[in-house]
DNA sequence: CGTCCTTTTGAACATTGTCAAACACTGTGG
DNA sequence: CCACAGTGTTTGACAATGTTCAAAAGGACG
């Protein structure tokens, strides 16, 4: 309800009306800024819809905007000598090129929207320039991208500490907890998720077999946790890997 | 030379006084700061040598410090279910803990001495602290961290889009440019290298041979790049995954 | 010199990747 | 509605890569 009054009583002041800018105004990243600096941040900050599959930066590329997924979802990946690897999903409402942008220098990934999404794009400078000038700001800032440190981390121990069909069922128990159920769809291609799994698809098909024997059903991208037990045993989760809410 | 009068001149006064103080005060991560703040800092920061093979910290603890390496160097590694595996070297003036500090999270490493080693120990609420209230402390931690991100997202692709041989030619061609000569010592033990490079002893042993066919020679820990254009044909360095300035 | 530890080597084995073909699903156009 | 092409997935046979286990060789150090 407060969200619906601010949106409402901002509607007559021209760009804030905007109804992304009421929805940014929610955002952890923007929640504890005061109004002024929010506005100005606003001000050189662009809103854009892109369809599926679009290429919205390329590895290389000079940093010049923070990223912030406002829906959809977008894919970080990465190439090298022929070979392409999927990095991560960015969902609402995660940011993408932060540590780019506040060092000025080359973005390490190339990122795409896998479906129709919604982007918010604000200036680097912008962004390093709020950071000097707005603590709450730079509190924010610093907090997502220590977030962001800690995905990474884990996910290399993931890659380093596990085989792939640990992999697999370790990342079928996240789904399982992000959907809040025992039965859920991959809303992913499967050879998207071999990539991000780091594995070929063939491996993959292979390891959803192999999961069978630990509780698991599959039926083309329908997946059913049939014994928890027995996959949590097999899985053997941790939280300083598979929890990604710390 | 203006660190050699700082040094003497503080002498007389007490805990700034102490050498490392005065050595800390160069950093990077420092050096921007007022004189207050960096003393106020400095008050409840305490400095340790520890002798090689120390536990500094255990992962799952709680971030009661950010550590500075001033000398020495530290391995930051991680077990689960049995293995485990070496995630990077701090050497001076490296941090480590600094996300888990900022989100007053579970460290996701452990971390111990590889030699004789000191360490500066700042209470992370205190790095909090200072965070909110001064801006060239802010500005300095949130470069660390965004480096320190960029680092691992380069070890990521490391792993996730080469062969273990290839991983360790660039390597090689790393510490080439590290030593600034041709040919030089691994300062590591190679099985630590090996759980660094995401391979068993026994594969690196056979990768150093495998890489005998492109110009380079091993005895024992000394590595002699024989033919660097061999080498480099082979390794096809990336500055988006090798270049550690950026 | 002997002890302890690391490294290297060999051989068997397991895992993962590659290639080719079959299959399944989707959407198009006749 | 069907045939068809295009794409993604699965399967099988095989190759490459990586691991395990055991044992030998090398180094460091008392």
Redesign the pocket.
Same mark, same amino acid.
């Given at each position: 309800m407060p969200a619906e009054n601010l949106s409402f009583e901002t509607a007559k002041r021209g760009q804030l009306a905007e109804p992304h800018v009421v929805e940014m105004r929610g955002f952890e990243l923007f929640s504890g800024m005061p109004e002024d600096s929010f506005e100005t941040l606003m001000r050189t900050t662009h809103v854009q819809a892109f369809p599926p599959r679009t290429m919205l930066i390329t590895e290389a590329g000079p940093p010049d905007f923070l990223h912030v997924v406002l829906s959809g979802s977008v894919e970080l990946f990465s190439n090298w000598n022929g070979r392409e690897t999927s990095v991560a999903t960015v969902r609402p409402v995660g940011t993408f090129i932060l540590a780019a942008s506040i060092r000025n220098a080359p973005y390490l990934m190339s990122a795409r929207t896998l479906e129709e999404s919604r982007v918010a794009m604000i200036p680097s400078e912008e962004v390093r320039a709020m950071f000097d000038s707005d603590a709450a700001f730079a509190h924010a800032i610093v907090n997502e991208l220590a977030q962001c440190f800690r995905t990474v981390v884990k996910h290399n121990k993931d890659l380093k500490l596990r085989?792939? %069909?640990e992999r697999l069922a370790n990342y079928l128990l996240r789904e399982m907890q992000r959907n809040d159920a025992t039965e859920f769809d991959l809303n992913t291609?499967?050879?998207r998720l071999a990539s991000f799994l780091?594995?070929?698809?063939?491996? %993959?098909?292979?390891?959803?077999?192999g999961l069978e024997k630990h509780g698991l059903r599959?039926k083309?991208?329908r997946i059913t946790i049939a014994n928890l037990q027995d996959l949590t045993a097999f899985a053997k989760p941790s939280p300083l890997i598979d929890d990604f809410t710390t």
């Open positions: 085989t792939s %069909l291609e499967k050879r780091g594995m070929t698809p063939e491996n %993959l098909s292979r390891a959803f077999k599959v083309g991208s």
